[in-house]
């Protein structure tokens, strides 16, 4: 998703651009869908009063047959799909998105299951006892995964500026969800990821921007910068770093013609700095990478799919989503939000209409008003209001949450 540094660069970063072609989408039954029109568009991820840029939207899919299982999320309503031309949008059946809104699939014991119909999802299958009224996960590690600044210095030294980096919140948010994977299913290797990394224009097929990013140059090549799973460069010990900047730069699922799951390139040219995560890319990193990169299985349907921000039964299939994940199985939800509704984003009337992503960790449908927890990976670098410090974690009453995803920036959620 998207946001940038407080201050005047912030009105003129454009953190997310969902980048659309026409699709052609397999529905029910085998039928193609309607070939998508193009129309002008304000950047999917842009502050309010950005420059409009060009995108294509696909027609509506025609309404799914109703589902024999009670859905409890609203999965089923897909009003559009996005698809980016290099980085195509898996495909999820109609079926399994079923079983998904019932909420039958489920972790058991470190394993992914669909749980038999009728089965109660609101009871743990491995202890038998019913889903708690409030929960939060441990975030003693995943509290300290915090973005790299636009400038500064690598593990290595190596003096950076690079715009980009402001991009990230997307990546961050999926790095903040798959820590908590690692520990129950053995990967990804978010803790251990470590290397140089480079802006990967090469594999979209176009030239370095310029001006462009400052990086470490050896011998007339570029390095990019250097990152592992720990690191004091921004004065604390900052986490997962290395893993974010993979994921930013280096995944490349199945079928896919360029790396990262961040979008660097429109229209056969560079975008400096780059757009954020997109919805689809998402979904499709977080289910490729809780995988164990199974290509032989059908990976796009291993966990998570999205609510779309238009789901009139939003507020409540937020809370069912989020008592699922993080009440029964033990992993975060992914808001795509607005900051002007986050707490730490609070600025008065200079609070940014912004397209943000946090990792909603923790529940409580106790407290009045109900709550959510979630972590901040936009550490004080990037946001220095009052309301948001390097680790912290924050608490939002749940219906300002709600307000966040459907806000002018908001896209929905991934659980």
């Known amino acids: 998703m998207s946001r940038g540094p407080v201050g005047p660069v912030a009105a003129t970063a454009v953190a997310l651009l969902i980048v659309v072609a026409v699709v052609v989408e397999v529905v029910s039954g085998g039928s193609p869908a309607p070939a998508s029109t193009t129309s002008p568009g304000v950047a999917a991820g842009s502050p309010a009063g950005s420059p409009s840029a060009k995108s294509t939207v696909s027609t509506p899919s025609p309404a799914p047959t109703a589902s024999p299982m009670p859905q409890l999320v609203n999965v089923l309503l897909r009003p559009e799909e996005w698809f980016d031309q290099h980085r195509p949008t898996p495909v999820q059946s109609d079926g399994w998105l079923a079983e998904k809104?019932?909420?039958?699939?489920?972790?058991?014991?470190?394993?992914?299951?669909?749980?038999?119909?009728?089965?109660?999802?609101?009871?743990?299958?491995?202890?038998?006892?019913?889903?708690?009224?409030?929960?939060?996960?441990?975030?003693?590690?995943?509290?300290?995964?915090?973005?790299?600044?636009?400038?500064?210095?690598?593990?290595?030294?190596?003096?950076?500026?690079?715009?980009?980096?402001?991009?990230?919140?997307?990546?961050?948010?999926?790095?903040?969800?798959?820590?908590?994977?690692?520990?129950?299913?053995?990967?990804?290797?978010?803790?251990?990821?470590?290397?140089?990394?480079?802006?990967?224009?090469?594999?979209?097929?176009?030239?370095?921007?310029?001006?462009?990013?400052?990086?470490?140059?050896?011998?007339?090549?570029?390095?990019?910068?250097?990152?592992?799973?720990?690191?004091?460069?921004?004065?604390?010990?900052?986490?997962?770093?290395?893993?974010?900047?993979?994921?930013?730069?280096?995944?490349?699922?199945?079928?896919?013609?360029?790396?990262?799951?961040?979008?660097?390139?429109?229209?056969?040219?560079?975008?400096?700095?780059?757009?954020?995560?997109?919805?689809?890319?998402?979904?499709?990193?977080?289910?490729?990478?809780?995988?164990?990169y199974n290509a032989a299985a059908n990976w796009a349907e291993t966990y998570y799919a999205k609510v779309d921000k238009t789901d009139p039964t939003l507020?409540?299939?937020?809370?069912?989503?989020?008592?699922?994940?993080?009440?029964?199985?033990g992993v975060p939800v992914i808001a795509m939000a607005d900051t002007f509704n986050l707490p730490n984003w609070q600025n008065g009337s200079a609070t940014p209409h912004t397209r943000h992503s946090v990792s909603i960790v923790g529940y409580?449908?106790?407290?009045?008003?109900?709550?959510?927890?979630?972590?901040?990976?936009?550490?004080?670098?990037?946001?220095?209001?009052?309301?948001?410090k390097d680790g912290d974690i924050h608490v939002i009453p749940q219906a300002d949450m709600v307000k966040a995803i459907q806000n002018t920036s908001g896209l929905g959620f991934a659980w």
Not at 364 to 387: L, V
Request: charged share 15%.
């Open 101 to 292: 809104g019932a909420g039958l699939v489920a972790l058991v014991g470190g394993q992914f299951t669909v749980l038999p119909a009728g089965s109660d999802p609101f009871v743990n299958p491995s202890t038998g006892l019913r889903v708690p009224e409030k929960t939060l996960l441990d975030v003693s590690w995943t509290r300290w995964i915090i973005e790299v600044p636009g400038s500064g210095y690598d593990e290595m030294g190596n003096y950076f500026s690079n715009r980009s980096y402001w991009q990230f919140c997307g990546n961050g948010a999926m790095t903040v969800t798959l820590w908590y994977w690692q520990q129950l299913v053995g990967h990804p290797n978010v803790t251990g990821t470590k290397g140089y990394f480079l802006d990967p224009y090469a594999s979209e097929g176009v030239a370095w921007p310029s001006p462009g990013p400052q990086i470490a140059v050896l011998n007339g090549t570029r390095m990019g910068t250097y990152w592992s799973g720990s690191d004091t460069v921004s004065g604390f010990e900052a986490h997962g770093r290395g893993f974010e900047f993979y994921l930013a730069m280096k995944a490349q699922p199945p079928t896919w013609t360029a790396t990262g799951y961040s979008l660097w390139a429109l229209d056969g040219k560079p975008l400096y700095p780059s757009f954020g995560t997109p919805p689809a890319n998402t979904i499709a990193g977080l289910n490729w990478e809780i995988s164990g």
């Open 364 to 388: 409580d449908n106790a407290a009045n008003p109900p709550t959510f927890t979630y972590t901040e990976t936009c550490g004080r670098a990037c946001n220095k209001r009052g309301g948001n």
């Open 315 to 329: 507020a409540s299939d937020l809370a069912t989503a989020v008592a699922l994940n993080v009440g029964r199985d």
